[in-house]
């Protein structure tokens, strides 16, 4: 890579299956998620070269006007990764499953690391993709002159550039980083300011060194790095959807369920609310009980009740996993 001059409550539920057995969990893959989101993706666009064995490998990077996502092959690329499956469908008809999602830090020349963000961690895949389409989603455009592609950042700095190959791709090769441990620099004066103003960017403590804005503030003359808070700090939290990506389509085919209380007012008897809600027709039930344990009982008297009533079968009963729900009276 090259660089111009230095100056320019998460709410969580699982399946419990009632009356329908499940298939046996694949413990064979360690690759599979058992939780996490799910994505499918469609790029028909992009044609990206499968690898043959373990072995097979390519570290160049190739910036691809087709391709609608980042994507790798390499999991040891990654300085941060989360699990997420699903399965990506490439221009030639190849269906493949995705594995995780993270960032990629790189250095640039002169030392500043930058972060390729939601980069799809594909294992099978020997293709590194760089989208230009995501790159300008976030503001950072990409040129092509005389051979060479420019991409900068939303401050109009250089970030790469990219010659022409003879096939007329243009490829990069990144120098992968990993985010530097604050604590082993900590005997560092750039360091120490760092962690002292909140992990404030070193062009910024630069900054108010060179216009006197802070008494005792040494001038700060280190390169942009990212340490690990650092990374942790810029990640952000998805929204909740606005509308649920499956509904039930008859009754008792997915029931939700969470014991509350003790509440307030408490009830004469002190007891708790255990609260069911179809997930079809909306229908709430209210089961009082004494103490948690009783919840087991109470679930087997409700779907006796419900499935009569309703002459359906109940199918998935969904809990947040609490101790009430994970005893093994309640499995049985």
């Known amino acids: ?65 087709g391709a609608s996502n980042h994507m790798t092959g390499e999991a040891s690329v990654f300085a941060e990764l989360n699990k997420v499956s699903g399965t990506v469908r490439f221009g030639d008809g190849s269906l493949v499953d995705i594995c995780g999602r993270g960032t990629v830090m790189f250095a640039m020349d002169g030392g500043r690391h930058r972060a390729l963000t939601n980069v799809y961690w594909i294992p ?5 993709i760089i989208s230009i389409g995501q790159l300008d989603e976030i503001g950072c455009p990409t ?36 985010p530097v441990c604050l604590a082993a620099h900590m005997g560092e004066d750039a360091w120490i300011w760092h962690a002292r103003f909140g992990h404030q960017s070193f062009e910024s403590l630069e900054k108010l060194a060179r216009k006197d804005m802070v008494r005792g503030l ?8 990212l340490c ?16 649920a990506k499956y509904r039930a389509t008859e009754p008792l085919e997915l029931v939700h369920g969470d014991l ?59 809990t947040d996993r609490g101790g009430e729900f994970t005893a093994t009276e309640f499995a049985d």
């Open 143 to 178: 040129y092509v002159e005389n051979g060479m592609m420019t991409i900068r950042d939303r401050q109009k700095k250089l970030i790469a550039k990219a010659p022409r190959m003879r096939n007329r791709l243009y490829m990069v090769h990144l120098h992968i980083e990993k």
């Open 218 to 225: 040494p001038m700060i003359n280190h390169v942009e790095q």
């Open 260 to 318: 509350c209380g003790p509440i307030s007012p408490p009830t004469p008897g002190g007891k708790r609310c255990f609260l069911l809600v179809d997930d079809y027709s909306r229908y709430m039930w209210i089961v009082l009980l004494r103490t948690k344990d009783e919840a087991p009982e109470a679930i087997r008297r409700f779907q006796a009740g419900a499935e009569v009533e309703s002459r359906h079968t109940l199918r998935v009963f969904r």
């Open 1 to 65: 890579m090259q660089a111009e001059d230095e100056d320019n409550t998460l709410l969580m539920a699982t399946h419990t299956e009632v009356a329908v057995a499940m298939p046996a969990e694949d413990t064979a893959n360690p690759y599979t998620p058992t939780t996490g989101e799910q994505v499918f993706l469609n790029e028909e666009r992009a044609h990206v070269e499968l690898r043959k064995s373990e072995s097979d490998t390519d570290t160049a990077w190739y910036l691809d006007t």
């Open 228 to 243: 690990e808070a650092c990374l942790a700090g810029k990640h952000r939290r998805a929204p909740f959807p606005q509308v």
């Open 124 to 128: 099978r895949i020997k293709t590194n």
